[in-house]
Nanobody
Framework: QVQLVESGGGSVQAGGSLRLSCAVS???????LGWTRQVPGKEREGVAV????????FYADSVKGRFTISQDNAKNTVYLQMDSLKPEDTAMYYC??????????????????????WGQGTQVTVSS
């Protein structure tokens, strides 16, 4: 099993910043960690992923240049730094994990968020 626990969501005005954290635990190996988001009535979309094997990162076009995904191996934690937030970033954000064979396979999870472990989600609300 893999447990993912998110924290750091909240409310912020447009242009502001938030940092989400995802604590990862469990014995099953998962080398592709990511953040996804979902708005009620819409499909879940990939935001950013990191291939822990080499640290490669990949982003959705909508957040590129504003969001940064990173990992702290010592703390088994993945972060999502979100800057220049926009009202359209408002969503429930989920941390997710999956095992892949190479970085490109992790990158594909941005377009199609196909993971096998999920956190409970943390709400991000951006007001204009």
């Amino acid at each position: 099993q893999v447990q993912l626990v998110e924290s750091g969501g909240g409310s912020v005005q447009a242009g502001g910043s938030l940092r989400l954290s995802c604590a990862v635990s469990g014995y099953r190996f998962r080398n592709c960690l990511g953040w996804t988001r979902q708005v009620p009535g819409k499909e879940r979309e990939g935001v950013a992923v990191i291939y822990t094997g080499g640290g490669s990162t990949f982003y959705a076009d909508s957040v590129k240049g504003r969001f940064t995904i990173s990992q702290d191996n010592a703390k088994n934690t993945v972060y999502l730094q979100m800057d220049s937030l926009k009202p359209e970033d408002t969503a429930m954000y989920y941390c997710a994990a999956v095992a892949v064979s190479y970085a490109g396979n992790c990158a594909s999870r941005v377009l199609k968020p196909d993971f096998d472990y999920w956190g409970q989600g943390t709400q991000v609300t951006v007001s204009s």
